[in-house]
């Protein structure tokens, strides 16, 4: 007695296409043929059809069937490197589903990344938009600089936010130079903000260029001016010189 290809699936709780992928990649054996020509499976293929879904079921890749030894003798080390791999996973998992029903309670927001979610509300859009650009482009650590950073910019970050793209140059220069010392101080915390080597996941270029890019396009250009000037200003406070008087700053 055998079964055909439709009926080993049934048995074995699958369907007729995953019990011919198996074929194909060589985790089931062919199975002898009746003279008909339809397959005719045996009780040895549905118990191999069985041990490959317990340990489907249990989280092991395909590609990783053979290692755990369906058969009966499983590689310990193998099992271990899965369960680290599921543990991975889930621990992936419960941080989605934490920050879900932070979001969900009203608590966080979707456009900024892992570890963000109690300063978003603070930050402005163009803000949010960079930190996700941002996280593509530094590890973790910098990031978790990045956003102790952005807490302590407090009301500044949303004066920058409200400037308008023709504000006056007194305007300009007075938020410049609020803003310097709070640059300062992150320069002088974070030495790897002057030289990133080493917080990067991309090339040096990549990275330039991307944020260079990206402020180009999320900031106009009175809040990019602030930003330069502010940077100098910075710098200067760094090396014990005095701010730049009203109009010496970068011109837009």
Known sequence: MGWSTREIADLAGTTVNTVRHYHQ???????????????????????????IRRLRDLGVPLDQIDQVAVDGDSSAEA???????????????????????????????????????????????????????????????????????????????????ALAPDADESVRQELAERYAPTIAKALKDYSWLSDPKGHVTK??????????????????????????????????LLLGADPPAEGEGPTP
């Open 203 to 236: 090339s040096a270029e990549v990275t330039r260029d991307t944020v260079v890019e990206a402020i180009q396009a999320l900031y106009n250009p009175a809040q990019r001016d602030v930003i330069a000037r502010a940077s100098i200003i910075a710098n200067g």
């Open 79 to 161: 099992l271990r490197a899965i369960d680290s791999d599921l543990r991975v996973s889930i621990e992936r998992l419960q941080r989605a589903r934490a920050e879900i029903q932070a979001i969900l309670h009203g608590s966080s927001l979707t456009d900024v990344p892992p570890g963000f979610e109690d300063v978003g509300a603070q930050m402005s859009e163009a803000d949010r938009s960079l930190v996700l650009i941002y996280s593509q482009l530094y590890n973790e650590e910098a990031m978790s600089d990045l956003r102790d950073m952005q807490e302590a910019e407090g009301e500044l970050s949303a004066d920058l936010d």
């Open 25 to 51: 990649i060589g985790l089931l054996e062919q199975p002898d043929r009746m003279s008909n020509g339809y397959k005719q499976y045996q009780v040895r293929h549905l118990v191999r059809l069985l041990r």
